[in-house]
T-cell receptor, first 112, second 114 residues
Framework: DQQVKQNSPSLSVQEGRISILNCDYT??????FLWYKKYPAEGPTFLIS?????DKNEDGRFTVFLNKSAKHLSLHIVPSQPGDSAVYFC???????????FGTGTSLTVIP | KAGVTQTPRYLIKTRGQQVTLSCSPI?????VSWYQQTPGQGLQFLFE???????NKGNFPGRFSGRQFSNSRSEMNVSTLELGDSALYLC?????????????FGPGTRLTVT
């Protein structure tokens, strides 16, 4: 059973606009969330994380929002750049757990 | 500091054969996890090793096994290969186990079973 879901397999955005990638989870015990970016022929690279004690974490153009009551998190990229075109995975874990659960990924295409 | 390395990068095997994949974690990282990535399935957790012991195992058949050596390097083995085992196999290392230690991934081994 997929505990972390990314329901949009793909997303296209114009350069300079905002990209919003969404992620839902089912396990209410999850309290640590991460986003990874993956280019073809490379492994995923860590992008940004958020702990459940926060509802927002920002790092440059990337902001992650967490809505615990809705079991939903989102990644905002502003402004989007062509180099952001990649597959984005969200992942979740419990603070005491030792396993990360990954979503199926969203392929983002930023159109110049 | 060198990243996570995986060998080989590409592999073609025949159904029924076995295969061994290798992973060298970032120096100082003690936890190594393995994932299988297939289209539409995302990253499926295989197992995690820490201090040469398997600490966690995902929902995969016993044909999938692994081990970790004293230098933290890890290998995974798949026996009696099936066509459905064709996938990208990713290894990830982290300083310690679990959150908040993010995982650093290698480039993966692309396994094709014919």
């Amino acid at each position: 059973d997929q505990q972390v879901k990314q329901n949009s397999p793909s997303l296209s955005v114009q350069e300079g606009r905002i990209s919003i990638l969404n992620c839902d989870y089912t396990n209410s015990m999850f309290d640590y969330f991460l986003w990874y970016k993956k280019y073809p022929a490379e492994g995923p690279t860590f992008l940004i994380s958020i702990s459940s004690i926060k509802d927002k974490n920002e790092d440059g153009r990337f902001t992650v929002f967490l809505n615990k009551s809705a079991k939903h998190l989102s990644l905002h990229i502003v402004p989007s750049q062509p180099g952001d075109s990649a597959v984005y995975f969200c992942a979740a874990s419990t603070n005491t757990g030792n396993q990360f659960y990954f979503g199926t990924g969203t392929s983002l295409t930023v159109i110049p | 500091k060198a990243g996570v390395t995986q060998t080989p990068r590409y592999l073609i095997k025949t159904r029924g054969q076995q295969v061994t994949l290798s992973c060298s974690p970032i120096s100082g990282h003690r936890s190594v996890s393995w994932y299988q990535q297939t289209p539409g399935q995302g990253l499926q957790f295989l197992f995690e090793y820490f201090s040469e012991t398997q600490r966690n195992k995902g929902n995969f058949p016993g044909r999938f096994s692994g081990r970790q050596f004293s230098n933290s390097r890890s290998e995974m083995n798949v026996s009696t290969l099936e066509l459905g085992d064709s996938a990208l196999y990713l290894c990830a290392s982290s300083l310690q186990r679990g959150a908040p230690y993010e995982q650093y991934f290698g480039p993966g081994t692309r396994l094709t079973v014919t």
